[in-house]
C-alpha cells in the first residue's frame, strides 16, 4: 500500500488553505494523516483559534480509524448516537464525526490517510479539503 507523501502532505494543506481564501472562509486549520492516523503535516492559518488542531485531528482521525468519511460518520452519529458514542469511547474521545473529515484514497481505492479541516462550516471545511486532495493527484470520499 502506498501512503501520502511529505510533498503530497503539503500540497493537501496548501492548496486547502488556498480554496478556504479564495472562497472567503474563516481562517483554517489542516491536518493530514497517514493510514495509522499518525500525523504526517499541519498548519493553521493566522487568525485560527488554538484548539482547532484537536478538531481537525479528531475529524481526519475518525476518518481513517473507521474507514468512513465524515459525512457518513455524522449520518450514523444521527441514527446510531449510542454507537459514535461507544466509538468515541473506544478512541479515547478523538473523533469528531461530522463533515471536514475525508479519506483519501489512492488511484487503486486504497485509504492511504485522511484529511481533516476545521475553522468554517463542516461542509465548507469538506470543499476546502477536497481541493488539496485533488491538487495533490489523490481521491478523496467526504
Known sequence: ???ISLDQARTIICKALESGRALRLKPLSVVV???GGHVQAFERE?????GRF???????????????????????AEAQAYFMAAVN???????VPVPGGVLVRDSEGAVIGAVGVTGDTSDNDAIAAMAGIEAAGLQGEI
Open 33 to 35: 494523516l497517514d493510514a
Open 54 to 76: 484537536a478538531i481537525a485531528q479528531g475529524k481526519a482521525y475518525g476518518a481513517v480509524m473507521l474507514g468512513m468519511a465524515g459525512t457518513a460518520q455524522m449520518a450514523r
Open 1 to 3: 500500500m502506498s501512503g
Open 89 to 95: 469511547g473506544v478512541y479515547g474521545g478523538q473523533v
Open 46 to 50: 493566522d487568525g485560527a483559534a488554538p
